[in-house]
């Protein structure tokens, strides 16, 4: 019990000392509302990066977050170095957006992907006479996503005799160039392929030095890289599927409806839409998709 109450005692200064540094960082004048909407404003014109998009307090940890990496105090000072022959975007962007990923992250929307969506969605193509399948991979990373879409889309091919007959691609698309980069090079730790089975490894990774494996080539062919804004609300082509896990959550509302909109012109008739366990629509948007998964948040495009 008494180590119980030190450890509460202890969090609970913590806490007071982490409550009392935000207070007084938004209380210096330099950290005032003018010099955050300055930086806003900066960086949509030059950058040309929708930032309003985001959620407000999204974007406070973020550019905070930078600007501890930089050592700067405060938003005169970040500003400051905006204007700076310092100031490197990609700095920026990369900073904004979080790129935790791993080959077949959450494995039940791959499950489903393998065993229903993707056998379903060739038998119906061949019936009419289709021969394009086509993904798109929307906040992809650094590309461990599509690469396990890859995997799976290559095996049901192979399995039903379809390599010949259907053109498969997979669009993959980040804000974040040096993300997009990594992805093109697809190669990856030990760690970043830890729920790949010793099998899987061996037929779909070339081993290259240490704990490093590369993606085999036939794989890489499978997938386009594209940076791209999901928040522009621009089409940059007609899919099957479309997975976006994950993303919806770091920005508002309204964009959210950008995003949805933006998807569900994108998609065909049937057209599958693939989100994150955490995320979900407005309720109005029930009359452009229903679910198809409830459990692994996958819905279908209503005609």
Known sequence: MKNKTTFNSKAAELFDEIKDKREKFYAHPDNSEKYFDQILTFLQRTIKLNVQCYRDSYVRRRVEAIMSRLSLETYKQFQQWLYSPLFDKNVF???????????????????????????????TKLRQGEETLRIWSAGCATGEEPYSLAII???????????ARIAAKIIATDLDPIPINVGIKGCYSLQQLKNISQESL????????GDKYAIKPHLKEYVDFQQHDILSGQKNGVYDIIICRNVLIYVNKDDQITI????????????????????????????????????????????
Do not use: A, C
């Open 153 to 163: 889309l290559d095996w049901i091919l192979q399995r039903k005799n379809l390599k």
């Open 260 to 303: 949805l909109k933006l998807f569900w012109e994108s998609l065909n008739v049937p057209g599958y839409l693939i989100l994150g366990k955490t995320e979900s629509f407005p309720l109005f948007y029930n009359e452009l998709f229903r679910y198809d998964n409830l459990n692994e948040h996958i819905y279908i495009k209503m005609p």
């Open 202 to 209: 061996r037929r779909n990774f070339d081993h290259l030095f």
């Open 93 to 123: 962007i990369k900073g904004l957006t979080i790129n935790v990923t791993e080959f077949f992250r959450d494995i039940g929307p791959f499950r489903y992907l393998e065993m229903k969506i993707l056998p379903e969605l060739l038998d």
